[in-house]
């Protein structure tokens, strides 16, 4: 199998984080994963290092503070390219991308660019979200596609597995937004430079353990940024 390393952000997760890391190697013995720490002050930084001494599987990121989604996956991106990375899967640590899904990811890929996880492909796959909840994240993929015309039922959605050639190929590393907005521009770039594109559904299970991270400004980057692609894309500077 091509070396793959799933990138997982983490900011408060002493919760999930022991138990995450063992439900994501199990679905692979060849898998790996990278933890990438913003400095949680719950102490998810130490847990980390302390599964990386139990297993040269686990690699751990540590980062100086909480700078937002985007950054860590940035990051995240560049130190899996780094360790030799063939591919790359990109999932949150509270399970609400269930490991178990993990074995089709790898599956599509190899005849896929990227695939990604999708919670509105087949309906509305999503479990124990407040309605109000549902709706506004419905709404606002619909608005996002409406703007940018992308081709994807999920635009927000952070459950991905992507090619090496295709990181290299769109420069994440100039990727600006945070929160949904990271995935969106993600995904915009990716179309931009014909991937092939696999949609798989899935069920999102909301956190049990923890707290989320959304915020009222995290929405608001996702509002604005659809229309500063679109602007950016016809001026050449993506």
């Known amino acids: 199998m091509p070396r793959t390393i799933v990138v997982v952000p983490t900011y408060n997760e002493a919760e999930n984080l022991p138990l995450l890391v063992p439900a994501v190697l199990e679905q692979d013995a060849e898998l790996e994963i ?12 130490k847990l980390a290092d302390d599964l990386a001494r139990r297993s040269e599987r686990v690699h751990v990121l540590h980062r100086a503070s909480k700078q937002g989604l985007g950054p860590a996956y940035r990051a995240g991106l560049a130190h899996a390219l780094e360790l030799g990375a063939d591919q790359v ?28 996880g999708s919670r509105y492909l087949d309906g509305i796959t999503v479990v124990n979200w407040p309605i109000e909840r549902i709706l506004i994240s419905y709404f606002g993929n619909v608005y996002a596609k409406r703007i940018t015309a992308l081709p994807v039922s999920d635009t927000t ?8 050639e295709l ?3 769109v420069g994440f590393e100039r990727v600006r937004s945070n ?5 969106i521009e993600m995904n915009y770039r990716f179309v931009k430079h014909g991937a092939r594109i696999k949609e798989i559904p899935f069920f999102f299970l909301d956190r049990t353990r923890g707290t989320s991270k959304l915020t009222f400004r995290i929405g608001l980057e996702a509002l604005w940024v659809v229309w500063w692609l679109r602007i950016a894309d016809a001026l050449g500077r993506l």
């Open 89 to 116: 899967i990109q999932m949150d640590c509270d399970f609400s991308h269930p490991p178990d899904v993990i074995p089709q990811l790898l599956r599509e890929i190899e005849d896929h660019d990227v695939v990604l």
């Open 34 to 45: 990278l933890v990438v720490d913003d400095d949680s002050p719950d102490g998810t930084g």
């Open 167 to 169: 990181l290299e190929k």
């Open 179 to 183: 929160g949904y907005a990271f995935q």
């Open 157 to 164: 959605g952070g459950f991905r597995c992507v090619r090496r």
